[in-house]
């Protein structure tokens, strides 16, 4: 909607203005990519420069085998999309069953799941760490994934939706002998394909990007995930920036994609959120 | 009287639901009961306790509290905390509508500015702190060497006491003021055009319309805004790992920073849940401001 009028004048102002914010938002990106494409021996120039004399591929090659870089991405790929897999099919369940059904403690429950997410992780991460420890899923996908398995603000999220949904499909699938499954499955999933897809867009990006939790979840090297694969990476080896920097487009790019793709729904999911990563 | 209420009672589906739906909640409910509700009460209790990797843990009473009260490093924690939320809370949100405000114009490439504005939101913290450690290493970075252009000489940001701090609210501006953003975009549209048509029959001037519009009618998106930023502030952690762990001499050492650093470098960890029960009051106080601010039903 437009809401104001401008002149001329004002609108090239404006114009202007944004572009040199869109330069500022956009330039530690054009660095990386510039950086990545360049020769090792060109990155550290005096005076430096942003583009590349001579463009070459060279560290997205040696990336492979320099670091397991590989292995992080498999990792990041299998702990972020496992995350999100288990996270919508459980939380769909919690918020079909409170936004439809009916039983004894359902308040009691639903202010627990809101205590739930009120509470920050780094207040119980040291606790965790030690539970995880003590059953032996330091270093394992189980102990990245199952204390990820659900999460309270997509079970908020859904039963606000499925609460949205009109009832009299399920009264007379009810009257025709469906049963609760069935609705779940095959009236209430069916009607919920967006915010599902919104859901599922928040889950993998916020567990794509996450750094503490793969942080102190995994200690040896073949469990880390691109973030924290690569930030340990720097500290250690500080000198091999292009390769670096092609490690970094690289963990970037999944989501940078699906993002420009699909720019609704990541709008919409981190919005909806209130929280940030 | 409650005769006038009329609540439609709806059949229950049958009884048998009643024993499902703790089916549909059982896997949910055990996460949350193991990972959640369990460790915040084991690390309520472990506070009063001796507890870390070596011994087995002893009650000690108060003594962490009182150690914590009287830990100068924890209060250039906090300190530090408070710092970086009010470098970047109050500029980050006055840019954030700002942009939200121009972007509501009609100007060409708004869809181009928003999706560029919110870039850096959908990037990995943790990366995108690689890159920035870079920028501000003046022999890589190329943002020294622009300045010198111009006369001004610029350090190495990150290594210096007195900048590492602003260095690292710059990157978490620039991360996050498209978030905000498109939060008060979404506020914007909310605004009836026709308070806007009023005024302008009245003979207000845009800015007057700003002033006595646009403000007071985003007042809630703003406490909601605001808020959220603080909540998130004091819970920063990825940048600061990244680009400066900390240092140079605790300058940039905030409350999550702290509590890493008992429980996974030193491993006293019932002194760093202690530090995290702190965190978890302030950030409940201010959970709570904030539903009373905004007065938002919890359904």
């Known amino acids: 909607m437009v809401v104001q009028d401008s002149n001329r004048v004002e609108r090239i102002a404006l114009f202007t203005v944004l572009v040199i914010v869109s330069i500022f938002m956009l330039f530690p990106f054009v660095w990386m990519l510039c950086t990545s494409l360049k020769p090792e021996a060109d990155v550290v120039t005096w005076p430096p420069r942003l583009f590349p004399r001579r463009i070459t591929f060279e560290a997205y090659k040696t990336i492979w085998h320099q670091i397991p870089f590989l292995r992080f991405f498999l990792n990041t790929i299998v702990f972020a999309g496992g995350v999100t897999l288990s996270s919508l099919i ?22 627990l799941i809101l205590i739930t997410l009120m509470v920050p992780f780094h207040v119980v991460m040291i606790p965790v760490f030690s539970l995880l420890h003590k059953l032996d899923w ?14 309270a603000f997509g079970i908020f999220f859904l039963r606000q939706f499925f609460r949205g949904i009109p009832r009299e499909l399920e009264d007379a699938a009810f009257v025709d002998g469906a049963n609760v499954w069935w609705i779940y499955s095959k009236i209430i999933l069916p009607l919920s394909k967006p915010a599902l897809a919104t859901l599922a867009v928040f889950h993998f990006m916020f567990n794509w990007n996450d750094f503490l939790w793969p942080l102190i979840v995994t200690t040896s090297v073949n469990m880390r995930t691109l973030p924290t694969g690569l930030a340990l990476f720097m500290g250690k080896h500080v000198v091999e920036y292009a390769i670096l920097m092609a490690g970094v487009v690289l963990a970037l790019l999944p989501v940078t994609i699906a993002y420009l793709s699909a720019q609704q729904h990541f709008v919409r999911g981190i919005a909806l959120t209130g929280l940030k990563g | ?18 024993q499902i739906a703790y089916l549909f909640l059982f896997p949910s409910l055990a996460v949350f ?39 100068e490093r924890f209060w250039n924690a906090v300190y530090n905390t408070i710092v970086y939320t009010i470098g970047v809370v109050p500029v980050g949100t006055a840019l954030s509508l700002l942009l939200a405000v121009a972007l509501n114009q009609n ?3 708004t869809k181009f500015f928003r999706t560029v504005i919110f870039l850096p939101v959908v990037a990995s913290t943790a990366i995108i702190a690689i890159v920035w450690t870079f920028l501000f290493d003046p022999q890589i970075g190329l943002f020294g060497y622009y300045l010198s252009k111009i006369g001004i000489t610029m350090g190495a940001w990150l290594r210096e006491p007195d900048r590492a701090m602003l260095a690292i609210i710059i990157v978490s501006i620039w991360k996050n003021v498209g978030f905000n953003m498109v939060i008060f975009l979404a506020g914007l549209q909310g605004i009836p055009y026709s ?11 845009r800015l007057q319309m700003f002033r006595y519009i646009t403000l007071p009618q985003l007042r809630p998106t ?12 004091f819970q920063v952690f990825d940048q600061i790992y990244v680009m400066t762990r900390g ?7 905030t409350l999550v920073q702290y509590i890493y650093h008992h429980g996974f470098t030193t491993f006293q960890m019932s002194y760093g849940a202690t530090v995290a029960m702190f965190l978890l009051v302030v950030i409940l106080a201010l959970t709570i401001l904030q539903l009373r601010l905004f007065d938002r039903p919890v359904d």
């Open chain 1, 90 to 111: 459980f939380d769909s369940f919690s918020a079909y069953a409170f936004a439809r059904l009916d039983f004894p403690g359902k308040n009691a429950l639903f202010t």
């Open chain 1, 138 to 151: 330091i270093n394992t996908y189980a102990g990245l994934m199952i204390p990820r398995a659900s999460s």
């Open chain 2, 1 to 18: 009287m409650f005769i006038g209420k009329i609540r439609r009672k709806r059949q229950p589906i049958a009884r048998y639901n009643q």
């Open chain 2, 33 to 71: 009961i193991v990972f959640i509700i369990y460790p915040i009460g084991f690390s309520l209790w472990s506070t009063f306790t001796n507890w870390n990797l070596i011994q087995s843990a002893k009650y000690v009473g108060w003594a962490n509290y009182i150690r914590l009260c009287n830990d």
């Open chain 2, 107 to 109: 100007i060409k490439g």
């Open chain 2, 195 to 205: 308070l806007y048509e009023a005024a302008r029959v009245d003979g207000a001037n």
């Open chain 2, 222 to 233: 703003t406490v909601f805004v605001v808020v959220m930023s603080v909540l998130s502030s």
């Open chain 2, 247 to 253: 240092g140079p001499l605790y300058r940039t050492e």
